[in-house]
Nanobody, 117 residues
Framework: QVQLVESGGGLVQAGGSLRLSCVAS????????MGWYRQAPGKQRELVAR???????DYADSVKGRFTISRDNAKNTVYLQMDSLKPEDTAVYYC???????????WGQGTQVTVSS
């Protein structure tokens, strides 16, 4: 099994920055892609960004140019650098690990990001 532990959420003013971290443990050999999703109140969970073992990345259109996902395979850690934050970025952010078929192996517990206007 894979376990994911997130950190780095908080309250920030619009235009500010936050950096989220997610550390994986357990059966990490089975992990292929890692990513960040978010869920705002009353909305469905949505993909924010993901990164493959090789470093290929995908971003939601709403965060392109503002968020950067990176991965340190030696530390089994994925990061999400969030810049130029907007109130609409307010949500609970979840770390995700998936295998080579794209199947979810684990979710993190979630970390709250609140952007004030």
């Amino acid at each position: 099994q894979v376990q994911l532990v997130e950190s780095g959420g908080g309250l920030v003013q619009a235009g500010g920055s936050l950096r989220l971290s997610c550390v994986a443990s357990g059966s990490i050999f089975s992990i292929s892609a890692m990513g960040w999703y978010r869920q705002a109140p009353g909305k469905q969970r949505e993909l924010v960004a993901r990164i493959s073992t090789g470093g290929s990345t995908d971003y939601a259109d709403s965060v392109k140019g503002r968020f950067t996902i990176s991965r340190d395979n030696a530390k089994n850690t994925v990061y999400l650098q969030m810049d130029s934050l907007k109130p609409e970025d307010t949500a609970v952010y979840y770390c995700n690990a998936a295998d080579h078929r794209g199947y979810t192996l684990a979710w993190g517990q979630g970390t709250q990001v609140t952007v004030s206007s």
